[in-house]
């Protein structure tokens, strides 16, 4: 959300970002709203004080007179309750188009459509040259007993798996190195709910726009998350941090569920594109700086780089474009692995900064050193997300016989076995 007075006065950028992100929004409605929300405010008060200097005179009048402004106390009340009523419809509608409303984003954000206006500003490492046929992970999964998609296509439908054997351990392993990894870089680490109310999710961005995407509870009025983003952002809802404490960094673990409601026919095989996942999300609440934000962005993009190097993984980062980024981001940078069966790089990881775009949707504030109060900032990147992030290791980490050697810095949380083979 942004401040009204912020969209007042630089509404062309308001409308700009709007458009170059796709999204529609009636600034028309939305000013016409304010100025009926400020002049019913007014009025409100008006009448508030009429009856305030009324009631002051009451007890210095007696019959006649003092019945006529009792009367006079009831008309101010009943007109007084109207323009509340219109004030409070208004206030709603108001609200619901704010919400719509997307950060104006950063001047070096590409302009763009789609994904395929995105810029490649990095890579890291060389794809691996197999002198053998390589394999992909679906039919590595299969041939070594450790994925079975076809009988949690049974039990779940599609975009289902089942992670077995070593598979399994391998991916815990993945997961307790993470958090092994982000702990020692002094984050908290956050064991968060996944089933969430409403306004988690309408304060970190995702609602309105992303309602087809979010597994509802109708008969609980709750939602299951996508990310443990939400359930970060929404820890410090209404409240006020002091400013010499700030930055808060979080690391949240957390299953994920997405219902890829806009991906018919994308990725059905395999373990690129699932319904429940297992991820571990990067979280940082920060001063409203631009220098401060940049640098808690570049410090979560730096950790994922050096997590994924050291697991050895191929990887490029993508300067996300306009229209790809979400209406919630200033800035965003998309990291991808190299994956051998997709003959290109795939999207394993979303870095991003908000600046006070969730913090002011979920009134998060913080008082710096002359007792202001502020809006914080805020920024997330994943650091790992399983199982999607199994397709790199499984795939360029496998040998001409069929296993896989598993990546040195996971043996430790394997009892340091080295490889994967058939059983």
């Known amino acids: 959300m942004l401040d009204i007075k912020f969209i007042r006065e ?26 009926q929300r400020r002049d019913l405010t007014q009025k409100s008060e008006e009448f508030r004080m009429r009856k305030n ?38 206030k709603h509608e108001f609200n619901d188009v704010m919400l719509l409303v997307p950060m104006v984003p950063s001047q070096e954000t590409p302009i763009g459509k789609d994904d395929q206006g995105n810029v490649e500003i990095k890579r890291w490492g060389e794809p691996r040259q197999f002198d ?41 392993a993945l997961l307790k190195y993470a958090m092994d990894f982000i702990t020692r870089k002094n984050y908290t680490m956050m064991s968060v709910p996944v089933m969430v109310n409403r306004f988690a999710l309408e304060g970190t961005g995702f609602f309105p726009g992303n309602e087809e995407e979010i ?65 571990i999300e990067q979280f940082i609440i920060c001063r409203n700086d631009n220098n401060e934000s940049q ?16 697991l ?14 979400g209406k919630g981001k200033y800035y965003m940078n998309d990291v991808e692995c190299w994956m051998p069966s997709r003959n290109g790089y795939g999207e394993t990881h979303s870095c991003s900064n908000l600046h006070d775009f969730q913090s002011r949707r979920l009134n998060l504030r913080y008082k710096d050193q002359d007792g202001k109060v502020q809006f914080c900032h805020t920024l997330n990147n994943t650091l790992v997300a399983t199982p999607r992030i199994l397709i790199p290791i499984l795939e360029n980490n496998q040998n001409q016989d069929g296993s896989i050697t598993i990546p040195e810095v996971l043996r430790p949380y394997m009892d340091n076995q080295e490889r994967i083979e058939r059983r």
């Open 132 to 172: 053998f046929e390589f394999t992909d992970h679906i039919k590595l999964g299969r041939d070594l007993d450790i994925v079975d998609n076809e009988r949690a296509a049974k039990i779940a439908g599609s975009r289902s798996y089942i992670m077995k054997g070593d598979g399994a351990r391998l991916e815990y």
């Open 10 to 35: 630089n509404l062309p950028a308001v409308i700009e970002a709007a458009k170059n992100k796709n999204i529609t929004v009636d600034f028309d409605k939305l000013l016409h709203l304010d100025d």
């Open 312 to 325: 050895g993984l191929v990887y490029r980062v993508l300067n996300v474009c306009t229209g790809d980024m």
């Open 215 to 279: 597994y509802e509870l109708e008969r609980d009025n709750k939602f299951l998350v996508g990310t443990s983003e939400v359930s970060l952002g929404g820890y410090y809802y209404d409240e006020i941090l002091e400013g010499e404490k700030l930055p808060v960094k979080f690391s949240g673990i957390s299953t994920c569920y997405r219902r890829e409601a806009g991906s018919y026919g994308k990725d059905t095989q395999g373990l690129y594109r699932v319904h429940q996942f297992n991820k």
């Open 53 to 90: 200097d009324a009631s002051k005179k009451i007890p210095t009048l007696s019959g006649a007179d003092k019945q006529t402004l009792l009367d006079e106390m009831k008309s101010l009340s009943d007109a007084q309750n109207k323009i509340e009523d219109q004030l409070t419809k208004v």
């Open 295 to 310: 640098k808690m962005f570049d410090e979560l993009l730096s950790n994922t780089e050096l997590f994924l190097q050291s």
